[in-house]
């Protein structure tokens, strides 16, 4: 911070003044220091003083730029809503808020502290919601991961059904039932592993352009690819297992007769 902090002494009836961010500084004084200027706050004439400069702070979520902000005293100009306070503490988050409750009591019994949270919960929030965008988006990658499997057993059961008379012979011929399943599935297997060999690679080169929206997440890191790999193979197993076990239940018998 460059300037000075609010004091006691900015109160009613002396001169307004402000602390501004960085991103206000550049939009308004093309990144010129602004300690010493004016500015109109609400509308009016450029009669507020900026007496500080404080580096810019994400308000509206982790991943969005930062926009200006103009700060002013609680004593000149009083917060339409309950303060908001920041507090830095060496002991754990719930001793800390009993302490702080108890000496706002102290002080006076009908002041509330509510809505606490960490900093570490503020960013996690920002980033569940920045990432899913709510239950309505989770919803649709729900119907897309069960469409996408929905399409695999659809392809699979195709092919099953193409083979039919083949795997009845092989049947009758003693193949074991077992084996079928794990022909079939063994198909499935291809399929997926196929999909993740065009897209791994592709996915880690599209992280470049989503560089700029991950937040707590490194492009290409190796424990999301692992996840991701292990989703569509669970899916791609989950989608053969049913054709599978329908190629296992194939008679013989019938399959000759309509040879």
Same mark, same amino acid.
């Given at each position: 911070?460059?300037? /000075?902090?609010?004091?006691?002494?900015?109160?009613?009836?002396?001169?307004?003044?402000?602390?501004?961010?960085?991103?206000?500084?550049?939009?308004?004084?093309?990144?010129?220091?602004?300690?010493?200027?004016?500015?109109?706050?609400?509308?009016?004439?450029?009669?507020?003083?900026?007496?500080?400069?404080?580096?810019?702070?994400?308000?509206?979520?982790?991943?969005?730029?930062?926009?200006?902000?103009?700060?002013?005293?609680?004593?000149?100009?009083?917060?339409?809503?309950?303060?908001?306070?920041?507090?830095?503490?060496?002991?754990?988050?719930?001793?800390?808020?009993?302490?702080? /409750? *108890?000496?706002?009591?102290?002080?006076?019994?009908?002041?509330?502290?509510?809505?606490?949270?960490?900093?570490?919960?503020?960013?996690?929030?920002?980033?569940?919601?920045?990432?899913?965008?709510?239950?309505?988006?989770?919803?649709?990658?729900?119907?897309?991961?069960?469409?996408?499997?929905?399409?695999?057993?659809?392809?699979?059961?195709?092919?099953?059904?193409? /083979?039919?008379?083949?795997?009845?012979?092989?049947?009758?011929?003693?193949?074991?039932?077992?084996?079928?399943?794990?022909?079939?599935?063994?198909?499935?297997?291809?399929?997926?592993?196929?999909?993740?060999?065009?897209?791994?690679?592709?996915?880690?080169?599209?992280? /470049?352009?989503?560089?700029?929206?991950?937040?707590?997440? *490194?492009?290409?890191?190796?424990?999301?690819?692992?996840?991701?790999?292990?989703?569509?193979?669970?899916?791609?197993?989950?989608?053969?297992?049913?054709?599978? *076990?329908?190629?296992?239940?194939?008679?013989?018998?019938?399959?000759?007769?309509?040879?």
């Amino acid at each position: 911070m460059t300037g /000075r902090e609010f004091d006691l002494h900015d109160r009613p009836g002396s001169r307004k003044v402000a602390v501004v961010n960085q991103a206000l500084a550049q939009k308004f004084f093309g990144g010129q220091d602004p300690i010493g200027r004016g500015v109109g706050v609400h509308g009016t004439s450029a009669d507020t003083l900026i007496v500080g400069l404080v580096p810019n702070i994400q308000h509206d979520g982790v991943r969005e730029p930062a926009v200006p902000v103009i700060y002013l005293p609680a004593l000149q100009e009083p917060p339409p809503m309950p303060p908001q306070f920041l507090l830095h503490a060496t002991i754990p988050p719930r001793d800390l808020l009993r302490l702080i /409750r *108890r000496e706002a009591a102290a002080l006076d019994p009908a002041l509330e502290v509510d809505q606490a949270e960490t900093v570490q919960q503020r960013i996690d929030r920002s980033i569940f919601f920045g990432t899913y965008a709510g239950p309505a988006q989770r919803l649709f990658r729900s119907a897309g991961t069960y469409s996408g499997g929905h399409r695999t057993l659809c392809v699979i059961s195709f092919v099953v059904t193409r /083979r039919t008379a083949e795997i009845g012979i092989r049947v009758a011929l003693g193949a074991q039932r077992a084996g079928v399943v794990w022909m079939v599935l063994r198909e499935a297997l291809w399929m997926v592993v196929a999909g993740v060999v065009v897209g791994v690679p592709a996915a880690l080169a599209a992280t /470049r352009l989503a560089r700029g929206i991950l937040y707590g997440i *490194r492009p290409g890191d190796p424990t999301a690819v692992l996840i991701g790999v292990a989703a569509l193979l669970v899916v791609g197993v989950s989608a053969g297992l049913i054709p599978a *076990r329908r190629a296992a239940a194939i008679d013989p018998i019938e399959t000759l007769r309509t040879e």
